[in-house]
């Protein structure tokens, strides 16, 4: 069936906000990743979540396409910092320059107007998080992780310092993959159960309710 309007570019806005006012690379646009077709119904779920973590923090944005390589000054695109990661390797924290073949640590911004948003200098300025592959994002959960899943779901986890690039990183990896993330933001709707499958998109803002 057709797509969901509306909340189905969710992503591109959210990743496209931190291109604000930047007039050099603006013309590449928010589709600097490869989209990945889901289901409709995990599509709904997807929805939700991304609908919901703009309720939990407003004006939330994560730019991911302000990368430039240490040594040659290319520009990377979502795109090629996943590219120039390797595979499987859990030990690896740097990406490859497609340009000039240079290793480097991988970086993106995450921003809100939350008043209780704590960024990287303090409450209210942006958090820059090193961009961890999956593999490695895997390795560091695994080793800061003491509660199970609980940690993961609680509000308070995730704003330590150093966790918070943690479920920062699981969120664009649950985003830019497409996968469902609901359950990581139960913790902030603890008097409600957030309900995974909404019929439609008319019922997204109501089942957190």
């Not at 057709?2 to 909340?7: K, T």
């Not at 806005?13 to 077709?37: H, L, M, W």
């Not at 599509?43 to 040594?71: A, F, H, K």
Request: hydrophobic fraction near 35%; include cysteine; aromatic fraction near 10%.
């Amino acid at each position: 069936g057709d797509r969901p309007a509306g909340l189905r570019d969710a992503f591109r806005r959210i990743v496209s906000r931190g291109r604000a006012g930047r007039d050099e690379r603006k013309e590449a646009g928010p589709a600097n990743y490869t989209e990945q077709f889901v289901t409709d119904q995990v599509l709904r779920q997807i929805l939700l979540g991304e609908s919901l973590l703009e309720v939990v923090y407003p004006d939330i944005s994560i730019d991911t396409d302000n990368e430039l390589c240490p040594r040659c000054n290319f520009y990377l695109s979502d795109d090629d910092v996943v590219a120039g990661w390797s595979a499987g390797n859990s030990q690896e924290y740097k990406t490859e320059c497609p340009n000039c073949l240079t290793k480097f640590v991988p970086h993106f911004c995450v921003q809100s107007t939350l008043p209780s948003f704590v960024g990287s200098r303090g409450p209210s300025s942006a958090l820059f998080c090193e961009r961890l592959s999956p593999w490695v994002l895997k390795k560091e959960l695994r080793s800061v992780i003491s509660g199970g899943i609980e940690d993961l779901l609680s509000p308070e986890w995730r704003e330590r310092e150093g966790k918070n690039v943690l479920w920062w990183n699981l969120i664009l990896s649950f985003m830019r993959y497409r996968f469902p993330f609901t359950f990581l933001l139960q913790g902030s709707f603890q008097s409600s159960l957030i309900a995974p499958t909404p019929d439609d998109e008319g019922d997204l803002d109501s089942n957190a309710i």
